[in-house]
């Protein structure tokens, strides 16, 4: 195989065919308000992209993952910047590369039958376009090792919080084996001092198909696998609830399996922390209520503290009022939602495997009054 | 004559009723029937799938929207994914490998046109069977109806337990199906490459539509037998009461994984190095030069047909394995952006110091230029695995493979349809409106995924029904649907110029855009023999030898 | 059989290219390589983690004959191409024949294990994960030498018809490319289930 070129001039004077003729005539003029034409549309893109980017209000309603509070998730959006500049720096030099071509190399009315010189290919350019890449991956490639022995081999520390969480369709349930915690789909972990830092190492289980535990602001998402546990660590710098939501489609409901998780002062988290520990009262109130859930389907699959309800299938309401939401974060935990969750989960979350229980007027008003005594 | 394959004069000929010409349709063994047959089908399940598409896009548009319900959404991604990757990808990358091939190396046929029109059929049941889901899938109440597990159908979603009714039969047996009759085809690739060249044309001297065809098929073979396995194990699992996914018995749910993305990755390289190929052939009569670097094109091409057989679990950086493994997958994913970043430079190695023309097939090979860069390079971030850690699972990783399958490969087969319809019809199709398709499609494609990354770096996971106001999502998926539409309408200007054209296109003759391959050496369309007699080649552009006597390439071979 | 094009030669000589029908059954043989290698990874990938039941060193029994007969019967199949090749019909007839036979002891062999497993040890596809495994990939692979048997008988009878001469060799070296393809497969199985796997 010859690698050489020749010249020009060999094909001049045949009658190469309708190819070359003037419909080729395009004007320099139109050409360039082409590409500028392109230029003006994806700087236009951009600038939306800017603008929807740019309002990150500091109230965390936006799990941006450029907006990180913890520090896995800082690490990774420092290995980001560093793969967006190798990427953005070869993007441009391709790019203007292929802009240049473009407008060099395109036919002009003067090229009449003649063909370019026949270039075969070029054994150097060849080399140096194979060996500038294979350095660029080896850079790329020790960063992204780095980070990922530095994020998945972390040691855990004593003063580390232990959360096993639990995926199950559509909810989290999140247990504290040491504190003797059982809870759902709100986590509350201790803000994190880096001086004396106290993460928080979660073991992530799962009680039927796949899930992905996914808080942006706080750590990548790791999966949770049924028969295959893994962990995943935050240690937040901010206190604030910070948004997230399952990752991996798990059925009908994997869009409302929303998460939510809630960073306390270490004062905070430990007032949380006795309330959960706390037994529930025996309030007056709920009396005929817990006649109600004590005698019906619902002790199935949920567990309250102190009644015969022990069902592992459903979140545990031991301490439901403490939480701001149900349904996995579906609707705000409010007496008109709890009611309307009972007797028809469909209306806030079709799919759900909650069923519809119904209970007549009088039995629901007594079950939503016990249910709002469970703090 | 009414031997010709598909000559125009035939549709108004008086002797041969509608009833004769379906069932010399259906009966065909010809390659170029075939193929155009792959492609018609193809087409009619790209709308099809596209309908499933603004399905999707509708039903996102706003927070909380009630379009459909979260069961139709579901079912409606999965169709989208399935359908688009199984009934429209492959097919209509078969139908211009079937129709091309033979014709480019100088044959009369395939080596096997009996199981060229059987593979053919087979791959057409599948995708019937699957749609036949949406009637007949209904089992139990809520039970059964089309497949809603997603295209990947992760156990153990799949399982009795989880899906109950026969939808997730109607996905794997339809696949299973179409699968052989993939296979089916690439045996018939294979054979007619190796067997049934013209003389002189050494493997050397093929076209590169060729060689990548020829590398596509090889793994076509490496990579549905995984499918294949993984699939038959889910029916054991679902049918026989077996464990292979079951975790309750001690089964393994991250195992269907690596089978099916041992599977799936490749499968992405499977689509796009016939959109390799297509470039390959058009750039450079469009450039007016031969392709820069030849061997290194077929080397590249190899090389990440090996290497994409070892990255797989890179769409399982967030299942949990060890730190060495995810570095090991990091690696090799990146490692395989080097042979394709090689290509990408070689064919601006064709443009640079050529002529070029820039018909509508050479503008979609800028388009695809363009935008495979930016596709390989949001690769490259994904490949970083701490990086994929936020950005696997959300709508980044969306606008990434619809960046590399309608930013490249769509664009690339656009540019084929430009640059071959005249072969098969024997008539152009229109430039202006081509312009026009080429222009709105680029203004929906980049409003659409350009911006539909976004929202995947501010938290959005994928296939959710709805998602919560508030996220910053809102604007960005109201754009987003708005892109989706514009690239709807140009689809729309597309078919149109493509039956336009079929009755009033400009005679295209043997040899419209001065090219140099074997195809463009017969009439347009071509004579059901392809060759009055087989012609024997002395370089790899033997009509350039043809054309330019004095300085044929065989002096250069 | 080279599958590489051998170049053209300078002068206006040989153009000889692979036959087809080989490079086809090559293809296939790949193919059904690549899925049985999956069926394999499992089996191993299971090995000891069955939760509950007969686990392979109760149950299984080592099936000498099975394998001595199918390994006998590539033998057997290449010989009788040979044979064909040079015009001997009734020698290529009775090989082809007694391929066939010992393809079906080791297919009688198998139907009496699995009936062993099942009746006696109670070990079913849905028993345990070495159930599972088990039956797939044996069964997989008893599927194979069932098709390739019916292959084989019809080219027997196309045989006995008179209708199979030399100038088929080709096309019977093909099948029997299946054939050997097929005893390798259980080369692999054995090894994996019988050796490996206890």
Known sequence: ?375 | MSSNAMTIQDVAAPDRTWTQVLHEWVTTVDHKRLGVLYILYALVFLVIAGFEAAIIRIQLIRPHNDFVSPQVFNRMFTMHGTTMIFFVAMPILFGFANYLVPLMIGARDMAFPRLNAFSFWLTAFGGFLLYFSFLGGNGLYGAGNAPDVGWWAYAPLTSRAFSPGHSSEYWTIALLVSGFGSMGTAVNIIATIISMRCPGMTLSRMPLFAWLNLTMAGMVFLVIGPLTAAQLMLCVDRYLGGHFFDTQAGGSATLWMHFFWIFGHPEVYVLVIPAFAFLSEIIPVFSRKPIFGYPVMVGATICIGFVSMTVWAHHMFTIGMNSYANSFFAITTMVVGIPTGIKIFNWLGTMWGGRLQFKTPMLFCMGFLFQFLIAGLTGIMLSAAPFNWQLSGSYFVVAHFHYVIVGGILFALFGAFYYWYPKIIGRMLNETLGKLHFWLFFIGFHLCFDLMHIPGLLGMPRRIYTYEPGRGWETLNLLVTIGAFIQGIAILVFVVNMIISYFKGAKAGNDPWDAWTLEWSVSSPPPAYNFASIPTVASRRPLWDLKHPEDPDSHYD | MSVIATPLSEAKGEWTLPYRGTVGMACLIFAEASIFTIFVVAYLFYVGKSLSGPTPREVLETPILGTICLLSSSLTVHLATKFLYLGRRTGFLSLWFITIVLGGIFLFGTGREWHRLIYEHGLTISTNLFGTTYYSLVGLHATHVVVGLLLLAVVFLFGLAGRVGPEQTKRAEVLSLYWHFVDGVWVVVFTVVYILGR
């Open chain 1, 1 to 375: 195989m010859s690698w050489c070129f020749r010249e020009d001039s060999a094909a001049n004077g045949k009658d190469v065919k309708r190819m070359s003729d003037n419909s080729n005539d395009v004007d320099w003029k139109i050409i360039c308000g082409r590409m500028a034409g392109v230029l003006v549309l994806l700087a236009g893109i951009l600038f939306a992209a800017g603008l929807c980017l740019a309002d990150s209000p500091k109230d965390n309603s936006v799990p941006s993952i450029f907006e990180p509070r913890s520090t896995p998730a800082e690490s990774i959006r420092h290995l980001s910047f560093f793969v967006l500049s190798v990427t953005g720096l070869i993007f441009a030099v391709v790019f203007i590369l292929l802009a240049f071509a473009i407008v060099k190399f395109r036919s002009k009315s003067g090229d009449r039958g003649g063909e370019p010189a026949q270039v075969y290919g070029s054994t150097q350019i060849e080399l140096a376009w194979t060996v500038i890449p294979i350095l660029i991956v080896a850079v790329l490639f020790a960063a992204t090792a780095q980070m990922i022995h530095a994020i998945q081999d972390a040691p855990k520390p004593k003063e580390a919080v232990e959360v096993t969480a639990i995926g199950h369709q559509f909810w989290w349930e999140f247990r504290y084996p040491k504190l003797g915690i059982v809870t759902a789909n709100e986590l509350h972990v201790p803000v994190s001092d880096p001086a004396h830092p106290t993460p928080t190492f979660l073991r992530l289980l799962s009680a039927d198909t796949d899930h992905s535990f996914w808080v942006p602001q706080l750590a990548g998402k790791t999966d949770l696998i049924p028969n295959h546990p893994n962990e995943t660590w935050l240690d937040p710098h901010e206190t604030g609830l910070f948004l997230g939501q399952c990752a991996q489609y798990c059925g009908t409901q994997h869009a409302k399996m929303l998460l939510r998780v809630y960073v306390d002062s270490p004062e905070d988290f430990n007032v949380w922390v006795r309330r959960q520990q706390q037994a529930t009262n025996q309030d007056e109130r709920g009396a005929a209520g817990r006649h109600v859930f004590e005698t019906t389907a619902c002790v199935n699959c949920h567990a309250v503290g102190g009644t015969n309800g022990t069902g592992r299938f459903g979140p545990d309401l031991t301490h439901m009022m403490s939480r701001h939401t149900i349904a996995s974060g579906a609707a705000d935990n409010t007496p008109e939602n709890l009611r309307l969750w009972i007797q028809n989960p469909d209306a806030i979350k079709p799919g759900s495997l909650m069923p519809a229980m119904k209970l007549n007027d009088a039995d629901l008003d007594a079950l939503v009054r016990y249910l709002e005594t469970l703090q």
